[in-house]
């Protein structure tokens, strides 16, 4: 069914990583562009940040839609997400590079995002007025 | 067991919303970030940017987490992700907002992320060198 989805969203769910690198926003940011590459992403903005007393928060917008990790150092845990749209990406890549950056265990849960859509009638619009 | 989470994460699947204000990135920056507002959530930075012929990519980073939103204004969809952490939050005031603004019709997906961990033995960690 997943031809019939808009986008696939990977939910990544990270245990036991290595606490030093779950706080290091510059590694973690690093971290995701590379993964966005993996994956034949094409990179628009990045934005991380870390927070006190330890975590990191950090967004990857790419041209086919994003990549988040939010990270908590002290449970050596982190929340991945990877919304990707169109046929050129390669979600698989892209966990691959972020499994062996942050080690640790991980669980994988994809969901089909505008699951059936394509199925209504498709409206081209006239949108050249806006934006 | 929403207690033993760390993160909230909502998964929002919009049809039939106004295709014109899905193409409209000023407009559904000012809806996300009021969304984010509603919830007490603290904006740290907003990106949005408007694909060719039409769509939206946006994010919010909140010192909670995040809201992403993606956009097929020929199809009338959108993609709503919302991910918090921390007690004071009001996921379902922000909700509120987004199903106000985009009208169409909604369907939510609930998944706690970090599920367990606090069964975990928490580990204060020495990371003053890091970051």
Known sequence: MREQALGRHLILEIWDADPHLLDDA???????LQAARAANATVIQSVFHHFSP????GVVVIAESHLTIHTWPE?????IDIFTCGPKMDLEAAVEVIAAGLGGRM???E???GQGVRRAQRQPLA?????
């Open 26 to 32: 510059h590694a973690l940011e690093q971290l995701l």
């Open 54 to 57: 330890y975590g990191v928060s």
């Open 75 to 79: 449970y050596r845990y982190a929340a």
């Open 107 to 109: 669980v994988q849960l």
């Open 111 to 113: 969901i089909s995002r």
């Open 127 to 131: 949108l050249s007025a806006a934006q």
